[in-house]
Each structure stands twice: as C-alpha cells, then as structure tokens.
C-alpha cells in the first residue's frame, strides 16, 4: 500500500466526516460518520502494515480541502458524487493489497453501496427509504456539474486553441485570427449549447412517451400489468403467493402502481426528467465560451508571434489548471495531470499550427 493510496484513505475519511457534520437527517449523518471512521481504520491498517506514523501524515490533501471548499459553497451533493467515485479506487487498492498478500477477499471491498447498506439496516427499519435516498443522490450528482464544467472549458480551450494556432500558422498571427477564434468561439458554443439541449430533450421526451403507453397499459390491461408486477416481484426472490398478493394490494392504487412498474419495468427513475434542458444548454455555452476565449484574448491587444506567444503562454496555463482540477476526481498527482494536458494541448496545436503554415505558404 502506497503512502498515496493511504493518502485516498485519509481524505475520504476527512470528508465523510465533513458530509456528516452538514448533513440535517440524524440517521444518514450517523451512516456518514460510520464511513468515516472506517476508512480511517483501513488507513491505520495500511499504515501499520507499512510502518508509518499514521498521525504524523493523517492529514487532507489540497484536493479534499478543495471538495470541501466546493461542499460549502455549492453543496455537498457535489462532494458525495466525487466521493463516490473516490471509492472505486479505494476498493481496488485494497484489493491488489489483498492479492499481493494473498488475503481473502470478502466482497466488500468492491461494493461501497453494501457497506452503506449494512450499517442503515443495523440503525433503522427504514432501511429502503435510506438506501433509495442515498441512491438518488449519487445519481443526481454522479453526473457531477463541477466534472461537466472542467470538462466543457477543457473542451472550448482545446478546440479554439488548435484553431487559433491553425490561422495563425497560416497568417503569422495577423488580424484575421482574431475574426477566426471569435467565430470558432461562438460556433463551438452554440453546437455544444444545441447538442446538449437536443440529448437532454430527447431523452425526456422518450421516457415521457414510455410512461404514457404504460399508464394505456394499466387503464386498459390492468390484469395484465398486475401479472407483471407480480413477475417483478419473483424475480426479486418473493415467493409467487406472497408476490401475487403484493402486486394485486399495489394495483389499488394505479398512480403508486405506474411509479413501480415505471421504475421495475422501464428502469426510468422520473427525478431525472426533472432536469431542464434550457438550463444545461445555457451552462454548455458558457462553460465551452470560458475556455474557448483564453487563446484568443491577446489577440485583441496584438497581433504577429507576440500575440502568438501570449496566446500559447495563457493557454498552457488553463490547461494545467484543467489537468489539476481533474485530479478533483481521479486523484492523480497534480503535477503529473496538469503537465500531461499541457503536453497534449500544446501538441494539437503545434500540429494544427504547422498545417496552418505549409497551407499559407502554399496560398501564398
């Protein structure tokens, strides 16, 4: 176990106590609390193991500082989808330790939504409620509106970047560039702005057609989705007695019978239609926007290879910036990122740029 995979085990402990200590409901912030005392148990395990004073490094990274900088100021759903994610290389660090120690696997170390589950069960018969909350929370953040964002500027630098490059290597950096990245700006927005607000609408639209034909099919076939639901409940280990006499308790009620046979049979959970997709376009356009004007703002003060040279400059700057901020959720080293998007940011453009220059010359 490596200091930094103990390092992963700190700070998801650090924020699981940061998700307890701002969470109202007593019962999910005591399921919290629980968490994060037991990664701070595998942490002094791994710890021990490698000889280390766990006290004198059980310390946050600046990356889970920064989570819980971003909790307080936009919530801590944000935090749980990262922490989440967290857990995935958690598991896998412990299972290579396992294996290399050749331990046995319990099967815990690759589920953190069982782990969550055992330790509702043992504090409350409200278990399902719990763990459904829990679930709809990961998925409403699992997309990640930060992830979206650092993605979506990532991609409007990138794409602009390479343009600008490309004119300029044609050009010499002359005005043009300039009239170029601000058309590549706004047209790459407004794509990305219409792509999302099409995937966004389409999708509800479809889900919104499914449930209306299976609302049709309980008005007019109401024993036959009563069977259904009761085929649903089998599957789920009922007995066929006790599922039939749930199923024909549940049809009763037809609205509570089409939430289910929505959710069981459709797989649509119907807080995702919630989402608006004028919202997520308006966000695309502007995240895409936010990358896409750094290579072209000097620009409007210069022109020739000192605009390209600031262009460059400011560039490879937002680049590492995004490459660091994807350590937020992947947990790689800083430095290692942040360089290897300025890497492939810069080669893109310097091919682009060269294409630019041999097309030019050959206008020329």
Same mark, same amino acid.
């Given at each position: 176990?490596?200091?930094?995979? !103990?390092?992963?085990?700190?700070? $998801?402990?650090?924020? %699981?106590?940061?998700?307890?200590?701002?969470?109202?409901?007593?019962?999910?912030?005591?399921?919290?609390?629980?968490?994060?005392? +037991?990664?701070?148990?595998?942490?002094?395990?791994?710890?021990?193991?490698?000889?280390?004073?766990?006290?004198?490094? *059980?310390?946050?990274?600046?990356?889970?500082?920064?989570?819980?900088? !971003?909790?307080?100021? *936009?919530? %801590?759903?944000?935090? #749980?989808?990262?922490?989440?994610?967290?857990?995935?290389? +958690?598991?896998?660090?412990? !299972?290579?330790?396992?294996?290399?120690?050749?331990? &046995?696997?319990?099967?815990?170390?690759?589920?953190?939504?069982?782990? #969550?589950?055992?330790? =509702?069960?043992?504090?409350?018969?409200?278990?399902?409620?719990?763990?459904?909350?829990?679930?709809?929370?990961?998925?409403?953040?699992? /997309?990640?509106? +930060?992830?979206?964002?650092?993605?979506?500027?990532?991609?409007?630098? @990138?794409?602009?970047?390479?343009? @600008?490059?490309?004119?300029?290597?044609?050009?010499?950096?002359?005005?043009?560039?300039?009239?170029?990245?601000?058309?590549?700006?706004?047209?790459? $927005?407004?794509?990305?702005?219409?792509? &999302?607000? !099409?995937? =966004?609408?389409?999708?509800?639209?479809? %889900?919104?057609?499914?449930?209306?034909?299976?609302?049709?099919?309980?008005?007019?076939?109401?024993?036959?989705?009563?069977q259904e639901l009761a085929l649903i409940y089998m599957t789920k280990g009922i007995e066929e007695k006790q599922a039939q006499a749930m199923a024909t308790e549940v049809m009763k009620d037809k609205t509570h019978a089409h939430e289910i046979l929505v959710k069981e &049979? #459709?797989?649509?959970?119907?807080?995702?239609?919630?989402?608006?997709?004028?919202?997520?376009?308006?966000?695309?356009?502007?995240?895409?926007?936010?990358? $896409?004007?750094?290579? @072209? #703002?000097?620009?409007?003060?210069?022109? /020739?290879?000192?605009?390209?040279?600031?262009?460059?400059?400011?560039?490879?700057?937002?680049?590492?910036?995004?490459?660091?901020?994807?350590?937020?959720?992947?947990?790689?080293?800083?430095?290692?990122?942040?360089?290897?998007?300025? *890497? *492939?940011?810069?080669?893109?453009?310097?091919?682009?740029?060269?294409?630019?220059?041999? @097309?030019?010359?050959?206008?020329?």
């Open positions: 176990m490596s200091n930094h995979a !103990i390092q992963t085990e700190i700070d $998801a402990s650090y924020l %699981y106590q940061k998700l307890a200590e701002n969470e109202s409901d007593e019962l999910i912030a005591h399921v919290y609390a629980q968490m994060s005392a +037991i990664e701070k148990s595998h942490a002094e395990a791994f710890a021990l193991k490698e000889n280390i004073n766990l006290e004198s490094i *059980f310390k946050p990274s600046w990356r889970a500082k920064t989570l819980n900088t !971003i909790g307080k100021i *936009f919530g %801590y759903d944000y935090v #749980l989808g990262t922490l989440m994610d967290t857990e995935k290389s +958690i598991s896998n660090a412990v !299972i290579k330790t396992k294996k290399e120690h050749k331990l &046995e696997l319990t099967g815990t170390e690759t589920n953190h939504v069982k782990i #969550l589950r055992s330790i =509702v069960e043992k504090d409350s018969k409200r278990a399902g409620a719990y763990i459904s909350k829990f679930e709809s929370r990961h998925r409403s953040v699992g /997309g990640n509106a +930060i992830r979206a964002a650092v993605l979506g500027g990532n991609d409007g630098l @990138v794409s602009n970047f390479s343009l @600008v490059m490309g004119i300029a290597g044609a050009t010499a950096g002359g005005s043009g560039v300039l009239i170029a990245g601000l058309a590549g700006m706004l047209a790459g $927005a407004l794509s990305m702005s219409l792509g &999302e607000w !099409i995937s =966004v609408k389409s999708s509800q639209e479809l %889900y919104e057609n499914q449930m209306e034909i299976e609302m049709e099919e309980l008005e007019t076939n109401p024993e036959g989705e009563r &049979e #459709l797989g649509i959970n119907a807080e995702e239609l919630q989402g608006s997709a004028t919202e997520a376009a308006i966000y695309s356009f502007l995240l895409f926007t936010i990358g $896409a004007i750094i290579p @072209v #703002l000097p620009f409007f003060f210069t022109t /020739g290879f000192s605009a390209i040279a600031f262009s460059v400059a400011g560039s490879a700057v937002g680049l590492f910036i995004i490459g660091a901020a994807i350590t937020l959720f992947t947990g790689k080293n800083v430095w290692y990122s942040g360089f290897r998007q300025v *890497f *492939f940011g810069l080669a893109a453009a310097a091919i682009t740029y060269g294409i630019g220059h041999v @097309v030019g010359i050959a206008i020329a």
